[in-house]
């Protein structure tokens, strides 16, 4: 589990491809290394990734075929740059909102303005998520707990990134054309599809 905080962005210091797996290792600070152990779970631009093995500040992850369908670490490559974040543990504040680190799929941006102070994206997706994104609702992306902007139910949604985001993701470089990994809120996904379900349920008892 997560808050969605990112702690910073880090290197990839090595990436190994072989057929239907990824193995890449990432170079953490002294703060992240701290008590991580092998079989850890840490976010890598908001996937739930499992520690496999460890050289010091040097981590080593492995993203099976699943994962890089669904998300964006199959375009990893090296000196790029990832949103990392330690599982919550027992008594963490959360920051942001609850999550899993299980990413339902990529966005894709659509625009970036970025001028002065104003830093925001517009975020397409497929229009079947819509009716779980909510104007001023939680989502994630790229394992950022963000509040949803104006949304498009056609199939998308603004975020109006404020400075200390730019500083600790890679969400500020984002532009056009740039996917991104997303996370729905859980308990929105629920209260929708169970409001969804009991009508439906009713809606049959009723013929």
């Known amino acids: 589990m997560y808050g969605g905080i990112t702690r910073g962005t880090f290197p990839v210091v090595r990436v190994e491809r072989e057929p239907a797996l990824l193995r890449f290792t990432v170079g953490l600070n002294d703060q992240l290394v701290e008590g991580l152990q092998v079989g850890a779970s840490v976010s890598i631009d908001g996937v739930c990734q499992t520690v496999v093995s460890m050289d010091g500040h040097h981590v080593v992850f492995e993203a099976i075929r699943e994962t ?57 997706v497929p229009q079947a998520w819509m009716k779980y994104i909510l104007h001023k609702g939680f989502i994630a992306v790229d394992g950022s707990s963000l509040t949803v902007g104006e949304i498009d139910p056609a199939g998308g949604f603004a975020l109006h990134l404020i400075p200390e985001t730019l500083r600790l993701t890679n969400l500020g470089r984002k532009q056009p054309g740039d996917r991104v990994n997303i996370e729905l809120d859980a308990r929105t996904v629920a209260i929708v599809d169970t409001v969804e379900r009991v009508l439906a349920e009713r809606q049959r008892a009723g013929t």
């Open 68 to 124: 890089l369908d669904k998300t964006t670490l199959d375009t990893l490559t090296l000196d790029a740059r990832v949103s990392v974040e330690r599982s919550l543990r027992a008594g963490d504040e959360i920051g942001g909102h609850e999550l899993a680190g299980h990413v339902i799929g990529t966005g894709q941006v659509r625009a970036a303005v970025h001028e002065g102070h104003v830093h925001d994206l517009q975020i397409a």
